[in-house]
């Protein structure tokens, strides 16, 4: 059976995608590659015969894709819009058609997120929000805390999407530098690091 795989599945913008097919029929009179699927004439990239190694390049051909004899499909400096489902559609000696698909994700490389803080400095016991400022609206964010993974406690909540970091009660032990880090699957980043300083303040301590 005929399988398709994009190598890379996830591809960052300006790079290229090769969808590679594995078990392509030998005997095959003709192939094309699609964008989209359900196929339509429109939506041909390429046209190849395999007696003659003709290859026609269809109206959904944008300069960029090189077709091979044995099926797979180069695409070179992808872009955002190359995202989405191709269709591999064969046809044999005796005129019958088959189709595979395969699907590719581009994305570009997420830029620096921005930290920001209520207050540098706060006295314990006090609570204190740092915010996660990223233009890459989607993609992961993670804390890091002395450039470690932060382990949260049961003192810090996190907005739905991870963007808004509260303590409260804020302790001297989370004294030391936030950052934080977006991702997306092709690209990491991290914020400046701020440094919060806990001070002590004598009204709000509890004696043991
Ligand atoms: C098909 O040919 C291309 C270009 O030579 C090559 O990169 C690819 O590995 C080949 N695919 C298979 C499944 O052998
Ligand atoms: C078609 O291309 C393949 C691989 O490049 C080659 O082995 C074959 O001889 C070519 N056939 C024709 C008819 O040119
Ligand atoms: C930050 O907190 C400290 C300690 O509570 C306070 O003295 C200072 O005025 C605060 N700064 C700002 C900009 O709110
Ligand atoms: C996280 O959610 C907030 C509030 O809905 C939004 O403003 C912000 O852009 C989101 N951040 C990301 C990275 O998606």
């Excluded at 980043?189 to 004696?207: A, C, G, Q």
């Amino acid at each position: 059976e005929v399988t398709i795989e994009a190598v890379p599945p996830q591809v960052a913008e300006d790079n290229n995608v090769l969808l590679l097919v594995h078990n392509l029929p030998l005997a095959l009179g003709a192939f094309a590659w699609y964008k989209g699927n359900p196929v339509s004439t429109n939506a041909e990239i390429v046209h190849f015969v395999t007696g003659t190694n003709k290859t026609t390049t269809g109206p959904a051909h944008s300069g960029r894709e090189t077709v091979y004899s044995n099926g797979s499909l180069l695409i070179q400096r992808v872009t955002v819009k190359d995202t989405g489902v191709y269709t591999i559609e064969m046809t044999d000696e005796n005129f019958r058609r088959t189709e595979a698909t395969v699907q590719f994700h581009v994305h570009q490389p997420v830029t620096q997120p921005s930290l920001q803080v209520t207050n540098t400095t706060v006295k314990e016991l006090d609570s204190v929000t740092l915010t996660c400022l990223s233009n890459d609206i989607g993609a992961n964010i993670q804390w890091l805390f002395n450039s470690q993974s932060l382990q949260l406690t049961e003192r810090m909540t996190l907005s739905q999407n991870n963007s808004i970091l509260r303590i409260d009660p804020i302790k001297r032990e989370d004294a030391g530098e936030y950052q934080c880090e977006i991702s997306n699957p092709v690209s990491v980043k991290r914020s400046n690091s701020i440094k919060l300083d806990i001070i002590f303040d004598p009204h709000h301590h509890h004696h043991h």
